[in-house]
């Protein structure tokens, strides 16, 4: 949730105008961001600067992360412009605490959104640990893993199909066998609803056709260099 001793009830849009005149100050992030106070926190990663965000700083902030919205826009403002973004994804995905859990999934669904760059084998990637996170009981985890797997899935037509391919192999139900040889079965957040907007999203997309072309030339493209 979003509250606290700490929290000075300043709305989102007063705050970012007060980083207009700040950006890229380490220093000042730094400092708001050790204050402990709410606001304070959303206003560091809108003004700190990436490229002096080392790999222990992002790992501290990401454990002191108390509430869904610092998480997601320090996720989505910051720490998915560091060189080490995509690894701190499978990382943070893999943690015990549960905002440092949702922190990984949510790096998958914005770098998913930002990163033109990454090769589809990355989000492919991410898909694979998408149901282990959807089986966790806290909702906020399993928010962000149905965010990821709905962004993972618009990105293109290739990976769309994939993403479906998760939804129909894990959700709603899923036997998960515990470590003592005993089967579980729990339902997990990847429900109809997800299925349902993915396959809507490539019906409605006009460039299905080219994207379709584009994959089949790239896979044949791949096949003559071999």
Known sequence: GVGGEKTLGIRIPVLRKLTKTHRNDHELASALWASGIHEARIIAP???????????????WVRQFDSWDICDLCCNNLLRKTPFAHDKALEWSA?????VRRAGYVM???LA???????DSVFAGYLRVVASGATDERNMVRKAVNWALRQIGKRNLALNGKA????????PDVTILQGDGNATVVTIGLGNDVDVELRRHVAERGDVRREAARVA??????????
Request: proline residues 2%; hydrophobic residues 40%.
């Open 46 to 60: 809108l003004i700190e600067d990436p490229a002096r965000v080392t790999e222990r700083q992002a790992d501290r």
């Open 95 to 99: 943690g015990e605490r549960e905002f």
């Open 108 to 110: 998958m669904a914005v």
């Open 113 to 119: 959104v930002h990163d033109k760059a990454a090769a």
């Open 164 to 171: 479906i391919t998760v939804i129909s192999e894990n959700g």
């Open 217 to 226: 030339g790239v896979e044949r493209h791949d096949l003559a260099a071999r």
